[in-house]
């Protein structure tokens, strides 16, 4: 089973930018859709952004459309979530998901019970 592990997390300014990192250990890698989640305190975990197994194909949540980028480096077993006019909405926990459900190359998930592992998580910090 893939072991995921998120870095990149920190404290940064409304308006500034971090970029996380989740990197598997699963050689296999190019087989998962991916996904970013985040849950901040005293709410639920809800979907931030989700590529497909071979990179080509994202979705994101309505809010940070626009502000966020996720790609992923199959040769590199890294999944990449680039955040930039950061907002105090987005502080929280992100956590990495991998999800072995899709069928082909374009499939994204947006629902966190189509993932089968999660990391432990990076905190992101936006103040103001």
């Known amino acids: 089973q893939v072991q995921l592990v998120e870095s990149g997390g920190g404290v940064v300014q409304v308006g500034g930018s971090l970029r996380l990192s989740c990197a598997a250990s699963a050689r296999t890698f190019s087989h998962y859709a991916m996904a970013w989640f985040r849950q901040a305190p005293l709410k639920e975990r809800e979907f931030v952004a989700g590529?497909?197994?071979?990179?080509?194909?994202?979705d994101y949540r309505d809010s940070v459309k626009g502000r966020f980028t996720i790609s992923r480096d199959n040769a590199e077993n890294t999944v990449y979530l680039q955040m930039s006019n950061l907002k105090s909405d987005d502080t929280g926990a992100y956590y990495c998901?991998?999800?072995?459900?899709?069928?082909?190359?374009?499939?994204?998930?947006?629902?966190?019970?189509?993932?089968?592992?999660w990391g432990r998580g990076t905190q992101v910090t936006v103040s103001s």
């Open positions: 590529v497909s197994r071979s990179g080509g194909t994202t």
């Open positions: 998901a991998a999800s072995l459900r899709a069928w082909g190359n374009s499939e994204v998930f947006t629902t966190d019970e189509a993932y089968d592992t």
